[in-house]
């Protein structure tokens, strides 16, 4: 029998229970391996703090303050890179279980081949709003104002959408590439320009006009104004539905693609 035969003959009821057991297991592992969960600690403190203190005199000068001004203006940025960096993560972590045989063990049990995708992204989100709840909390350490807790709330959901979207990405690059360090390389080439060539730590106002139409389409801009605008204020409506619209064609190209490529695979 084909490992999709295998996959679509198991019903919905039992691939529910297949990823909840194995979103138990990925949980159970990052109990005995905490150092797993340092990137979700220290990046978002390592980063607000970088930003903040370095750049955040000079920046927040030209958005008419001061440092202050600077930590209004980035950690909705901030905020908005969180599920990008975050899903990074999830293309190493999935190779690396192709490599170290897990993946082998999982292929001779009886258990739905999506449901191990499903329950990997499932736990690189809880990873990911705990880093952000680590961002925020650093945030209001430096003197960020959360006068919209409403608006948090929603930027928070906006990021999660996102993020799992770029999770289906990296899934492929983790079952497609040879090693871990490959992903990493990969994500490194797709992300430094994503995130530099954005709004999220300076306006594009003073960038080139070849690198602001880049911002334009870049949808990193998009969720990091649409952050903005639910928390701090301003216009909303246009970057909100760039994003979900990003978040959907990303995840309706990718998640098939990345399903394909893991049965094919295993």
């Not at 599920?83 to 045989?101: H, P």
């Amino acid at each position: 029998m084909s490992a999709i035969t295998a996959d679509t003959g198991i019903p919905l009821r039992a691939h529910a229970r297949h990823t909840g057991a194995l979103v138990r297991r990925n949980l159970l592992w990052i109990r005995q391996d905490p150092e797993s969960m340092f990137d979700a600690v220290l990046f978002p403190i390592v980063f607000t703090l970088l930003f903040v203190y370095v750049f955040g005199g000079s920046i927040g000068q030209s958005l008419g303050g001061g440092q202050d001004e600077y930590v209004q203006y980035v950690m909705p940025g901030m905020l908005a890179m969180m599920g990008m960096t975050m899903a990074q993560g999830v293309g190493t972590g999935f190779n690396q279980d192709f490599n170290s045989g897990v993946m082998d063990r999982f292929r001779s049990l009886p258990i739905g081949r999506g449901s191990v995708l499903f329950a990997k992204i499932a736990v690189e989100l809880m990873r990911m709003l705990f880093a952000t709840c680590v961002l925020m909390a650093v945030g209001v350490l430096v003197g960020f104002d959360i006068d919209n807790w409403g608006g948090l709330l929603a930027s928070v959901a906006l990021s999660v959408a996102f993020g799992s979207a770029l999770m289906w990405v990296f899934l492929t690059l983790g079952v497609v590439m040879k090693n871990a360090q490959s992903v990493q390389a990969m994500g490194f080439l797709v992300l430094m320009p994503l995130q530099f060539g954005s709004s999220i730590f300076a306006p594009t106002q003073s960038m080139p006009g070849w690198l602001q139409n880049f911002t334009d389409y870049n949808p990193l801009s998009s969720l990091a104004d649409a952050a903005r605008g639910l928390m701090i204020g301003g216009p909303v409506a246009h970057d909100l539905w760039l994003t979900l619209g990003w978040s959907v064609l990303l995840t309706a190209v990718m998640a098939p693609i990345a399903i394909h490529k893991f049965r094919t695979k295993t």
